[in-house]
Each structure stands twice: as C-alpha cells, then as structure tokens.
C-alpha cells in the first residue's frame, strides 16, 4: 500500500497549475526520501505565508508527495532490501521504449501498476525519486536501444539537462561533484538500465521525471538526516518551483464559444508533443531558458496557430492561444450547452466567469512571469481566460495537507501526517539497525 500527500491550497481540486511529484524509498533500503519529503511537508505547512517560497508552491502548484513507493522492502522481515516483496526491482518493472520484457501491464508488480495509474490520471509536470549511493541528479534517457553505455539523448534533453541543473546548482556539495560534471549525468552514459521509471514518466505522463541520487552513502545514521536535509532543502523547492519560474504556460480556447480545448502544445525542434487539459485548457511546457522556441496549439476541427518566444533566463512565459474553429468545428459548438462537451473532453466543461480588472495567475510580481497572447482576443473572453485561476488567492486559506490512498481515497490529513512522520522516524532507526549490510 503506497500513501502520498497532497500540499496545495486545494488539494483533491484540479485547478489549471502544474503538479509535481516526489517519491521516496522505490529501493527498500534506500530510506532518505521517507524522511526528506516530510521534512520537507513540514517547511512547507509551517512556512506558508511567511516564505514567499513556500506560499508560491502552496498555492501555484500540486505538489505530491510519496514517501515509499516500496514499503515492503523496507519492513522486510530479515532487514531492509532493494526489491520488492516479490523480490523484484520496481526500477526495472515499467514498460520500456526498447524492450518488450516488461510490456504486459497487467503483470508489471502491484507497486508498479498503481504508480503507472497515478502518472496517467494525474496530469504531472515534473517529478523526481529519491536513492541512494551516490549525489548526483539524473536524467533520460536511461537506456540506449543496443544496450551500450552511452549518452542517451531524449527530445527534451535541453530541458532534462536545465532541471537537473535546477537541483544541483542549488546543492551546496552536488554541484561541485568530482565525478559527474555540474553534479549531473544522463542515465544511460552513467549506466544503462531497462524497465526504469523515469523514461516511463516522460514517454507515457508527459512528466519530466528526474532519478535524484540523495547521498554518497547508502542509509546514513539518522545524525546526519538533519544535514542532509540542510543541504537538499533549497533544490527540493526550487525544482518544485522551477514548474512555476520557467517554461510556457498557458490556455487554450475556442474563439467561438470560449470553450477551452485540451489542444495538442508542440514545439518545434522538440518531437515530443503535450496536451492541454480538456477541464481548463491549461498547458504547462517546460523548456530550457535563454532560447529562442516556436510553439504551436493544435487540434482536430480548428485551425492551428503558431508563434514564437524567447524564454529568458528566471522567467516564465504566459502564452494564450485563441483557435478559430473550422466549419465543421463550428457548427458543432453551436449546437452545444454551455454544459456539453467539448471534442475530446472527458470531464464537464467549466466556462470561465468573468471578473474583469483581476491579476492574472502567473503575475510579473509572483514570479516575473512575461504574458503574450497569441491573438489579442475580445476583453470579455480575455478577462474570462485569466478569471478562471483567481479563485482563492494568497490568505485566503492554510495549506491544507490531503492524504490519499492511491487511486486517491482522501482520508483525514494532518493526523495520519503526523503518524506517518513519527512512525517513520522509529522505522527508520529501528530498520537501520537491523540492516546487516549499507
Ligand atoms: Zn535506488
């Protein structure tokens, strides 16, 4: 059984932010990240509206948290060990771009299948899991498809690259590594593995997952947890806000009816494509800063639109995209309600309310964000497409901390939070000592 949290202003509400992910102990034997995401839990809920950090992920972003995605390797009868019950490793159990072996879903471990259902139903935009053994931040791909070991380049490798760096730069020690230049590596030059999660992440969630090597030394003694913390606390947030402080963000709509579209995001250069959601039309692309992108909304029924954008350094870009529907297209929002769907969506449409004269989500101010619309569209569906995220601004109400069974069963927070701290606490000391080997 795997638990996660939830930190958000409104969590369980999907909102048009991004989410981001970390997931601790995938390794059984590999216990700092239990530890690492609720300290960082803790920062987050006892600095919210004192941290201008901590008040940016709380209320800009979805950030989940999973503190051992392997629970049974870690309170293994005989002592901690990196598989699973089953003895299987989960870091080589996801399906892979280059090998069948793992290509049954239905036989890939429990563990496995309830992390492949969580990326796919969650909508992430980034994420990291944590081991051990060694400090450095890794990035796709993790395999080449001749098994040799060697840089693997993904179609975001510029922008895997920039993440990585986000953490490592901002670990004190990690990104002065001797081994691995800037404290970071590509997974296969480092070693090449099959069946890993990260790739998974990214091929399958849209989700730019990086595999984050927390310590040089497998289970430190727990003296040393609040060093580690100490070190790590800066590039644990500032990845998490790197969802927020960098990229492409923005909707699309209709210009007919307003109706937000769940559009096909492609940038050109990049043979990776991302869908906006079909509930806001909210996208959120990550991309390496300082260049220069073409970025394009497309979708059955309308005409596609393109533009270009220079993505500074430090800065987020908000880009709106408004597309004319085709005739076809058009003939078939005006038949529809105000509470039908739109083509492709899943869930009710929610009109925008307009409420003229508000701040947009991602201001100047909050995170030096620059906004282009693609297309200046009328004021009211203009004011309409910003008025959708205001709701429920910055004091408006704590952090509240929604844990859920995974797939998502919400349960009572903060107490089962505060048992989870504890027992890990005393499982982590108690296992450590009855680890035979580190
Ligand atoms: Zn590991």
Redesign the pocket.
């Given at each position: 059984m795997q638990w996660a949290l939830e930190i958000s202003d409104k969590p369980g509400v999907f909102e048009p932010e991004p989410a981001f992910k970390y997931v601790g102990n995938?390794?059984g034997d590999?216990p700092l990240g239990r530890e690492l995401v609720l300290l960082l839990a803790d920062w987050l809920c006892d600095n919210y509206l004192k941290d201008p950090m901590a008040s940016l992920i709380v209320d800009k972003i979805h950030l989940h948290l999973l503190p051992s995605m392997n629970p049974d390797g870690f309170a293994a009868q005989n002592g901690p060990t990196r598989n699973n019950a089953h003895d299987v490793d989960l870091?080589r159990d996801f399906p892979d771009q280059f090998f069948p072996q793992n290509n049954n879903e239905e036989k890939r471990q429990a563990e496995t299948r309830a992390m492949m259902s969580w990326i796919r139903s969650t909508r992430f935009t980034a994420s990291a899991s944590f081991?051990?053994?060694a400090l450095v931040a890794n990035y796709p791909w993790d395999g080449n498809p001749d098994i040799s070991q060697k840089y693997a380049t993904s179609p975001d490798d510029s922008t895997f690259k920039y993440l990585a760096g986000v953490y490592a730069n901002n670990h004190p020690v990690m990104s002065k590594s001797k081994e691995f230049v800037g404290g970071v590596t590509n997974g296969a030059a480092w070693y090449p593995l099959y069946g890993g999660m990260q790739d998974w992440n990214y091929l399958h969630g849209n989700c730019l997952d990086l595999t984050l090597e927390m310590n040089d030394q497998k289970w430190p003694h727990p003296t040393q947890i609040p060093r580690i913390w100490s070190e790590h606390r800066k590039s644990l947030l500032e990845l998490v806000a790197a969802t927020v402080k960098s990229g492409v963000h923005g909707r699309v709509m209709s210009s007919k009816k307003a109706q937000p579209l769940p559009a096909s995001i492609s940038v050109s250069g990049i043979s990776h494509s991302m869908n906006a959601s079909a509930e806001f039309g909210d996208y959120h692309r990550l991309l390496a800063p300082g260049q220069v992108y073409e970025v394009t909304a497309s979708m059955a029924g309308y005409s596609s639109r393109s533009t270009f954008i220079f993505l500074p350094n430090h800065t987020a870009i908000t880009l709106d995209f408004i597309l004319d529907p085709l005739p076809a297209a058009a003939v078939e929002e005006e038949k529809k309600t105000p509470h039908t769907q739109a083509p492709g969506e899943k869930a009710e449409t929610k009109t925008p309310v307009t409420k003229p004269g508000k701040t947009p989500p991602l201001t100047t101010e909050e995170m030096g964000s620059e906004e282009v619309i693609f297309r200046k569209p009328a004021k009211s569906l203009r004011n309409g497409l910003h008025s959708v995220d205001e709701e429920g601004g910055l004091g408006s109400s704590l952090p509240l901390r929604l844990i859920y069974l995974l797939p998502l069963v919400s349960v009572a927070a903060v107490l089962v939070c505060l048992f989870l701290a504890s027992r890990g606490s005393y499982r982590y000391n108690t296992a450590r000592q009855r680890l035979s080997r580190v």
């Open positions: 995938m390794h590999e870091n081991h051990e053994g």
